[in-house]
């Protein structure tokens, strides 16, 4: 089904939580909320996403004002599809959790040599620190896709623990399958993570607006993502910089996650500017058969992003 544009004419919510901690400075700029309602209904991004689905990509996409809580832009985000390194969001609000109610203790420190290696991403497989503490874990996971680290964060809280923080959230449609691997057998998961446009959109707002497990596992699981490295996709559109943008001088607040593996692409976050705040997600799965066919799904999330950035400014 290719996606559709919502009418966004609803009254607004009060979202205060989303930009009180980080963005008071901007607040008296904000134009009316309802002036994101005139934008255009995304028009480059419906054609992007109906040439991908045109040559085979499965899509699921999701924006939602979070001012007014509706969407501004669905198709098939209720289709669970692989979510690659995305799915380590649920290991970081687990792990967050665990911090919170003393179960799990921050500086714990987790040898390298327990974890079994894996190089298909991510830095620590590169230190010469053989040992790190689980907080420095989670900072790189969310910063760089680091898979070593995610794997050493799975292996100390458990995927049974995190499969029933999923259930605890209310995601019916997203599942941490397995750890990272560099190649897949057939006696393991097909994939890491499954989840759908939807609920990952969900997951993103419910973290700004302080309602994951709780304020301050929603806060440290945000501060976390706002270090995420990865602005290529979505996030090229922002200006933003890779390696420091937790406090951007424009009063442009973002966090993301992205997820990839072969022939999968996927992002989600929040993106929330002076006219209006949304939380996104989209996922496409295509056939990888040249680096046209990746340049191609690539440049959907970049105009994703640059309409994105038109209706929060």
């Not at 290696?117 to 053989?130: E, I, T, Y």
């Not at 050493?152 to 499969?163: C, D, I, K, Q, S």
């Not at 019916?172 to 750890?179: C, K």
């Not at 295509?286 to 970049?302: G, K, N, P, Q, T």
């Amino acid at each position: 089904m290719p996606p559709e544009p919502f009418d966004t004419d609803d009254p607004p919510r009060d979202t205060g939580s989303l930009r009180s901690s980080q963005r008071s400075s901007s607040n008296s700029r904000r134009l009316p909320r309802r002036a994101a309602a005139r934008k255009p209904a995304f028009a480059s991004t419906l054609k992007a996403l109906d040439d991908l689905a045109a040559h085979g990509a499965r899509i699921s996409v999701r924006i939602t004002d979070l001012d007014r809580g509706t969407a501004v832009l669905s198709g098939d985000d209720f289709v669970t599809l692989p979510v690659a390194g995305l799915g380590v969001v649920p290991l970081l609000i687990e792990v967050a959790a665990a911090f919170e109610a003393g179960t799990l203790d921050p500086l714990e420190i987790i040898d390298r040599s327990t974890v079994e290696r894996v190089a298909v991403g991510g830095v620590w497989q590169h230190l010469m620190a053989p040992a790190l503490p689980l907080s420095d874990l989670a900072v790189l996971t969310a910063s760089t896709g680091d898979a070593l680290a995610a794997n050493a964060l799975l292996a100390r809280v458990g995927l049974p623990a995190v499969r029933r923080r999923i259930e605890l959230l209310g995601l019916s449609r997203s599942a941490l399958l397995d750890r990272f691997r560099d190649e897949r057998g057939p006696d393991d998961a097909p994939h890491f993570a499954l989840g759908s446009s939807r609920e990952l959109s969900e997951v993103f707002a419910a973290l700004v607006n302080s309602q994951a497990v709780s304020p301050g596992v929603s806060a440290q699981v945000a501060e976390w993502l706002s270090l995420n490295h990865d602005l290529s996709l979505v996030a090229s559109a922002t200006g933003l910089d890779p390696f420091s943008h937790e406090n951007d001088e424009h009063g442009l607040l973002f966090i993301n996650k992205t997820g990839r593996d072969n022939g999968i692409r996927v992002e989600a976050g929040v993106l929330a500017g002076p006219r209006a705040g949304v939380s996104y997600a989209l996922i496409v799965c295509f056939d990888d058969l040249s680096i046209m066919h990746r340049l191609r799904v690539h440049e959907a999330f970049r105009i994703l992003g640059t309409e994105l950035m038109e209706y929060v400014f």
